[in-house]
C-alpha cells in the first residue's frame, strides 16, 4: 500500500486535488523520503556510536523515529486560526506497548536547505515534558524568525494523534491551545511543518554572500517561573535576550544540491547517510548551525572533537583561534567543571563580535584579520570568552536579559583565567587592554533595558562584573574563590535556571562571607 500512496502522490503531483505550492512541493518530498525508509529513522538513518564517550557523557539514546504528519498550503497566521489538514499519508500503526514516558523535553527536526533559494523546509516534532508545578492548559511557542515579516509560513500544527490544534499567534509568539489540561510530570507531543524564508542579513540567523546561519532558527518552549509565568523577554538595543531550559535534540539536516557545495557546521554530528546529516545533541539549551565555503581543522582532547570552521583565506589563522578553543576547553573543565558535550565547534562569523551557542560558537572574522600574530589582540581574549560562555550560558542557565551579567561578567573574567595560566607575563596587559583603558561605570545588575549603546552596556556588565568578580577573589583567596566557582557550576548542573540571588547564596554557603560592602559598590539593589 507505501508503493501506491507514493505513486499516486508522485503521478498527479497533488494532494486531494488541490496543486501544491513550492512549499509544499517541499515538504511533500521529505514526506516521500520518510515513507521510502519505511519510518525506520530519518532517510534510512542508522546511528552507530563506535567510540567510546568520556566518562562524563552519558550513553545516547537510539535514533528516534520521524512521525509522518500531514501538510496543508501555508495559512495565513492571525489570532484565533484553527489549523486545517489534508492527509498525504496513513497514520502509523500504534505500536502494542506503550513507551516509556519521557523524562526530558525533545525536539526532533528534520530540514532541508535550498540555499540558492534561500529557504529551509523543516518538520518538527517537540515532545514537551512539564517539569513545573504549574498544570497548564495552552502552551507558547517562541518563534524568532517571525520578528521579520515573511520569514516564518507555518503549515502545520498537529497534536500526537495527527487532530489539528487551534493558536493564536502575537509577534513573534505562538500560544497553543492544548488538548487536554498538561499536569506537572506529563508531557505532550506537537508536530509542525513550516517554511523559512532566509533574510538577506547579517547576524545568528541569515545570509550574507559568504554564509548562511542558523542561531534561534526553530520554534521552541520557553522556561517557566512559579513567580513570572513563561519567560519571554523583548529583544532590546543591547544584549541577549533569551532564556533556555535544557532539552536534548535530534536534528537531520539535508543541503539540496548546488555547485560547489557548502561546507555544514554544527554540534553533536553522529552520522551521515542519503544525504541526510544527524546532529544529536543531550541537555543542550539550544541547537545552532551554518553553512559556508570553509577549510576545516580538528583536535581532539580527552576524547572531545573540537572543530574549527574558516574562511580560505583565514586558514591559519583559524587554526589560533582553534587552538586557543582547545586550551580554553582544558583549562575551564579544570577550574569550573567537565564540558558536558563530546564535541565542540567554532565558526567564522561574517558578523561582528561573537556569539555563543551550546556547543556552537560564532567568532567574528573582523577579529582573524586584526590578529598580530602574538596573545595582544582581540582574537585570543575572545575566543576564551566566548568558550566560557560553555559553562556560564550552556551549564548555568540564567536570565540573559534581566541579569545579563551572571553570563557576561564571568565570561569576561575568564578571559582573565585563561590569561593567568597561559600567559602570565601578559596580565597587566589584559587588565589595561580589556578593562581599566574604557575607566567602567554603572550598576553591575542592570538589566539589559538599561542601555541604547553597546559600549556602555560592555562597560558595565562585563567589564565592572569582571572588577566585581576580581574583588570578590581578593576578598577571600583563591582556594575559597575558586572553590565557589566550582560549586556554583555544580549548582547549574542541577537547576534550570540560576539567578543573582543563587550566585550570593551559594557565595555564603561556599565562602562564609557575607560580602555585603562588595554588593553596595557595585549593585543598584544590592
Not at 499519508?89 to 505500536?95: E, G, K, N, R
Not at 529551509?120 to 520578528?147: D, G
Amino acid at each position: 500500500m507505501k508503493q501506491a500512496v507514493i505513486g499516486k502522490l508522485l503521478q498527479c503531483g497533488c494532494v486531494n486535488g488541490r496543486s501544491l505550492s513550492r512549499n509544499g512541493r517541499s515538504l511533500l518530498l521529505l514526506l516521500l523520503v520518510w515513507l521510502l525508509a519505511g519510518c525506520g529513522g530519518a532517510a534510512g538513518v542508522v546511528v552507530e556510536v563506535t567510540a567510546v564517550p568520556p566518562t562524563h557523557i552519558a550513553a545516547l539514546p537510539a535514533t528516534p523515529t520521524p512521525t509522518p504528519i500531514r501538510v496543508t498550503e501555508p495559512a495565513s497566521v492571525t489570532p484565533t486560526t484553527i489549523a486545517t489538514h489534508t492527509t498525504v499519508a496513513p497514520l502509523p500503526i500504534p505500536s502494542p506497548t506503550s513507551p516509556p514516558a519521557p523524562e526530558v523535553t525533545h525536539y526532533a527536526l528534520w530540514a532541508i536547505l535550498d540555499d540558492a533559494q534561500r529557504r529551509l523546509t523543516v518538520t518538527q516534532t517537540i515532545t514537551y515534558v512539564n517539569k513545573t508545578p504549574a498544570t497548564h492548559t495552552t502552551l507558547p511557542l517562541l518563534i524568532e524568525p517571525a520578528r521579520s515579516p515573511d520569514v516564518f509560513q507555518l503549515q502545520t500544527l498537529a497534536a500526537a494523534d495527527q487532530s489539528p490544534l487551534a493558536y493564536t499567534q502575537t509577534d513573534a509568539q505562538l500560544t497553543i491551545t492544548l488538548p487536554a489540561p498538561l499536569p506537572p510530570g506529563g508531557y505532550v507531543t506537537l508536530h509542525l511543518a513550516y517554511t523559512l524564508n532566509i533574510p538577506a542579513q547579517p547576524g545568528e540567523f541569515g545570509y550574507t554572500p559568504r554564509q548562511t546561519n542558523f542561531g534561534n532558527w526553530y520554534p521552541m518552549v520557553p522556561p517557566y517561573s512559579a513567580a513570572r509565568g513563561w519567560i519571554s523577554n523583548e529583544p532590546a538595543n543591547v544584549g541577549e535576550y533569551l532564556v533556555y531550559d535544557r532539552a536534548d535534540y535530534d536534528v537531520y539536516l539535508q543541503i539540496a544540491p548546488t555547485d560547489p557545495m557548502p561546507v555544514l557546521a554544527a554540534n553533536g554530528f553522529v552520522d551521515g547517510r542519503d544525504g541526510w546529516q544527524h546532529y544529536q545533541l543531550r541537555s543542550a539549551r539550544n541547537f545552532a548551525w551554518s553553512v559556508g565555503h570553509y577549510v576545516v581543522a580538528t583536535a581532539v582532547h580527552d576524547g572531545v572533537q573540537v572543530t574549527g570552521y574558516a574562511f580560505p583565506e583565514d586558514e591559519a589563522i583559524g587554526r589560533v583561534a582553534l587552538d586557543t578553543t582547545v586550551q580554553a576547553l582544558i583549562l575551564f573543565s579544570d577550574l569550573f567543571a567537565p564540558y558536558p558535550h563530546d564535541t565542540l565547534t567554532l565558526v567564522v562569523a561574517d558578523f561582528r563580535d561573537g556569539m555563543e551557542f551550546d556547543g556552537l560558537y560564532f567568532l567574528d572574522q573582523g577579529l582573524y584579520q586584526r590578529y598580530n600574530g602574538t596573545p595582544r589582540e582581540y582574537l585570543i581574549p575572545i575566543a576564551a570568552h566566548e568558550t566560557a560562555h560553555q559553562w556560564w550560558q550552556g551549564i548555568v542557565g540564567s536570565d540573559q536579559a534581566q541579569e545579563p551579567w551572571l553570563d557576561e561578567a564571568l565570561a569576561t573574567y575568564s578571559e582573565l583565567l585563561f590569561y593567568e595560566q597561559y600567559y602570565p607575563e601578559l596580565v597587566e596587559w589584559w587588565w589595561h587592554f580589556r578593562v581599566n583603558r574604557f575607566e567602567p561605570t554603572g550598576w553591575v545588575d542592570s538589566t539589559i533595558y538599561a542601555f541604547d549603546r553597546f559600549r556602555p552596556y560592555v562597560n558595565t556588565i562585563y567589564l565592572r562584573g569582571a572588577l566585581l568578580l576580581h574583588d570578590m577573589r581578593g576578598q577571600v583567596g583563591d582556594d575559597a574563590f575558586f572553590a565557589f566557582l566550582r560549586a556554583y557550576t555544580e549548582a547549574g548542573l542541577h537547576t534550570e535556571q540560576l539567578t543573582g540571588a543563587d550566585f550570593w547564596q551559594i557565595w555564603f554557603e561556599t565562602t562564609q562571607t557575607d560580602s555585603q560592602e562588595l554588593r553596595q559598590r557595585y549593585f543598584l539593589a544590592p
